[in-house]
């Protein structure tokens, strides 16, 4: 069984670097580009990118790291066994939390209004002006909360045969 503890909790620590990894390059590369060119490009694009997100790759990773950090916060608890099962229990609610429910919460929502709106008319284009800015923002939490749950799940890998 601490076999099983140990790749479930190392596939969770390189899921959520890896999803950390995907938030960063959207906020320090990909937005920046986007606000770079004429706003309806850059609302065009996003949206396209909203569109094409949604495939078992990505889902398949970011999900079931969620899965997985859930799981390993449960399994914290109930086999107890400090500090490895502290770092247990923060990596998995911090993924949960700031990069599951972030997303879910808040920039999935501001997906649905970018997608529903027009980049030709004035509107559209202060609601692109807007989620430029707040998307951004919120995408930074997700990076440092994936990041965070990476190295919470790294640390409680080192204490190894504690789990």
Not at 1 to 29: D, P, R, Y
Not at 63 to 83: D, E, F, K, M
Request: with cysteine; aromatic share 12%.
């Amino acid at each position: 069984m601490e076999k099983v503890f140990f790749v479930l909790t190392l596939l969770a620590a390189l899921g959520s670097g890896l999803i950390a990894g995907v938030f960063f390059v959207f906020s320090v590369a990909i937005m920046r580009a986007l606000e770079r060119i004429p706003p309806g490009v850059g609302m065009w694009s996003m949206q396209s990118i909203n569109i094409y997100i949604f495939n078992w790759k990505f889902l398949g990773v970011f999900l079931g790291t969620g899965v997985l950090c859930g799981a390993l916060a449960i399994v914290g608890v109930v086999q107890w066994r400090p500090p490895a099962s502290v770092w247990l229990i923060a990596g998995g609610l911090i993924y949960l939390i700031g990069s599951i429910g972030v997303t879910v919460v808040l920039n999935v929502p501001m997906n649905n209004a970018l997608m529903a709106a027009d980049p030709a008319t004035p509107e559209g284009q202060k609601l692109w002006s807007d989620y430029l800015t707040n998307w951004t923002f919120w995408n930074h939490v997700r990076t440092v909360a994936s990041l965070a749950a990476s190295g919470c799940l790294v640390v409680a890998l080192s204490y190894g045969r504690q789990f």
